[in-house]
């Protein structure tokens, strides 16, 4: 690897990885305006977004960049496609935070409910723990704790199936909570969008580590017949 190379490829390492920080961020950010229903905190989190949109579009061009002046071959051409591809899930997390920041600030305008319909936290808790273990993967090259997070997308889906049915159910029993019920539902959604870039995220390092193409192979750690409920 010549020098130059060997210095583009440290520099971008850092880019992707100060934008993976920022979007963790952002993300933790959201989810604890919902807890908090602070509208102020939601509206810094949507007012975010530029600077974490700019930053996608500015790792893009240096990798594009990388590619047409360096030809870089091997691990290094593996590294350059997948944070290309790893940039590009970034900020769709990014972008699903402002909706669940647009999602507080609905609810800090609305009257404040005993408890979530479902275990919100758990469900934070988990896909939280898969955004940030992706990322720990990407800082570390780390495909086995990749393959922890493939192995926990399962497990946030069935708890957004569950949480489909309970909202179903509460909606049918307080017809007056609708509006409200369907925003944490939209929650649930935005939450298990998150999870499956964050399972890209980690795929993308597992390809970068040994060259493997997992996108359509996943994996499945919960019975059929159990997800299927």
Not at 7 to 13: A, F, N, Y
Request: glycine fraction near 2%.
């Amino acid at each position: 690897m010549s020098v130059h190379l060997l210095r583009q490829i440290e520099r971008l390492k850092k880019r992707i990885l100060s934008l993976g920080a920022i979007v963790e961020e952002s993300f933790e950010g959201a989810i604890r305006a919902v807890r908090e229903r602070d509208p102020q905190l939601a509206q810094r989190i949507i007012a975010g977004d530029d600077r974490i949109d700019q930053m996608e579009i500015d790792v893009e061009e240096e990798c594009l960049q990388t590619l047409a002046l360096h030809q870089p071959v091997a691990f290094d051409l593996r590294f350059v496609v997948a944070v290309l591809k790893i940039n590009s899930d970034l900020e769709r997390i990014a972008d699903l935070a402002v909706n669940i920041a647009e999602v507080a600030q609905y609810l800090a305008d609305h009257p404040r409910i005993e408890t979530p319909p479902y275990d919100l936290a758990a469900m934070t808790r988990k896909t939280q723990w898969m955004v940030k273990s992706s990322l720990d993967a990407l800082v570390n090259i780390d495909p086995q704790l990749a393959q922890q997070v493939r192995a926990m997308d399962d497990e946030v889906d069935l708890m957004h199936r569950q949480n489909y049915t309970r909202i179903e159910q509460q909606i049918l029993e307080r017809i007056d909570r609708t509006g409200m019920l369907l925003h944490f539902l939209s929650i649930s959604r935005y939450l298990e969008r998150i999870a499956d870039h964050a399972v890209n995220v980690s795929e993308d390092v597992i390809y970068m580590a040994q060259g493997d193409i997992l996108r359509h192979e996943r994996i499945h750690t919960i019975p059929k017949e159990t997800a299927a409920r």
